[in-house]
């Protein structure tokens, strides 16, 4: 048993769609989250940029003594990781890896759609992971860079009419490709799956990236006899106001927020 | 005569809808602008955050030696800016005014409109602001925090059938209230105007607050003796990649850009 807690991150509140699935298949371990709702989206910004604040975000989780980190982050997760696990001694995880992995396992007819940010799309790095697994899938992919701040904005009911026009924009031409399987490749999406599955069809289906991630996390603890059964205790770190986060992140975590939560300067001061 | 540069900021690029006011009549300024476009937007964020990244943002411009300081973001002028100018030497304006003065000269009903970020709206800056000038004018005012994100992605055609539905949403109340002048809260907002103008009428005079803060700003170096006649460089910086910032500044500048574009790191590093 290890008993350090598993750091977890995303740009803003995203990322606890999948402290949520590991609160459900890990509840004994401790989680120190870190949302970096000050610099909040990531999915519009330069490959650069977001390396620079993943790295920032990590130095932050390892200012305590963990034992991996999860990028909860489909941005951070298809820009540059590589070259950040190389820098770490503890695992660093990213989402899409394992959400490639369960929508191969999940397609019959080999198409797969992905959503995701501009960053995340134009990063390739989905295609280049399917191709390696299995190069007889079809990837039909959309930048979604609207889905993020309409979900910042709490504008995520399935009766929301801009919501529903954007998504139609969106994944229309996904559903008529044939797809039987899409991938939420950023963790903000599957506080909006039932918009999605609405236009998709309910034969489709979803990859919950941060859930899948979780999901994966949990069997490499497993392997190494790490898994922590006598934690439970959370807490959360924001770079903005902590003020109106609980009920923000209660709509993430589909349940009561137990735990801390405080505000932390990331910016380097 | 000061041949000394004008600084201006701004979260992102809408400030340049105020750089080609100040273009236009002061066209011997040198101008030094910085776009913060890795933490853009600010309107979503906490006053405290928005202090923090407009003081960073001045200390920057400040690294050159200019003669005064033109806060081209709605929401800063809105969250702390008093402050901010009695920390500094050289003068440092805001939007605000500049566009309550044009506002209660415009109106013949005295009802105005305001729109602007989620963070503008709560400050409460306007409503003082019109109840000192004119207590006789009545606000109408309305957050619409997704139009940074649309013109940000480029939604900004009179039929984008999304930017459309939204501001019909956010404007019709305005419109049903019977304003006949709408402050443009905003620097970002200018660029969606002919939408804007479609919903309200077009009997209802829109207030550019960006231009009437450069306009104001005009006056102020006449009366000093400031003006520079001689110069006419211009500058730009931004937070994160400079790729593409041409393509997009030139649209809010309604022109070509001339001059520099560099990135510059600034999160105290």
Redesign the interface.
């Known amino acids: 048993m290890d008993k350090r807690p598993i750091g977890v991150f995303d740009s803003g509140l995203g990322g606890l769609t999948a402290v949520r699935e590991l609160m459900r298949i890990l509840p004994g371990e401790d989680i120190i989250y870190f949302g970096d709702?000050?610099?909040v989206p990531y999915g519009?910004?330069?490959r650069?940029?977001i390396m620079k604040y993943a790295r920032e975000d990590i130095a932050f989780l390892r200012s305590f003594d963990i034992k991996y980190v999860l990028a909860a982050c489909g941005t951070v997760s298809t820009n540059g990781l590589g070259e950040i696990k190389a820098e770490n001694n503890i695992p660093v995880r990213g989402v899409a890896g394992a959400a490639v992995r369960a929508a191969v396992r999940a397609t019959r007819n080999n198409r797969i759609a992905l959503i995701g940010t501009a960053a995340s799309i134009r990063s390739g790095t989905y295609d280049r992971k399917i191709l390696d697994l299995r190069p007889d899938c079809e990837l039909y992919k959309k930048a979604c860079?609207?889905f993020v701040?309409?979900v910042?904005?709490g504008?995520i009911e399935k009766d929301d009419?801009?919501l529903r026009?954007?998504a139609e924009?969106y994944l229309a031409p996904l559903r008529d490709a044939g797809c039987d399987t899409m991938i939420l490749g950023c963790t903000h999406y599957p506080i909006i799956a039932d918009t999605i599955r609405d236009i998709m069809g309910e034969g489709v289906t979803l990859i919950d990236a941060g859930a899948a991630a979780a999901r994966e996390m949990a069997e490499d603890l497993a392997e190494t006899g790490s898994i922590n059964t006598e934690g439970g205790e959370h807490r959360y770190f924001v770079?903005?106001?902590a003020?109106g986060f609980r009920e923000t992140a209660e709509m993430f975590l589909g349940s009561g927020l137990k735990g801390e939560v405080r505000r932390i300067s990331i910016?380097?001061?």
Chains 1, 2 share one sequence.
């Open positions: 709702t000050g610099r519009g910004r330069s650069e940029t860079p609207l701040p309409l910042e904005n504008r009419q801009v026009l954007v924009e770079s903005d106001s003020d910016s380097g001061e």
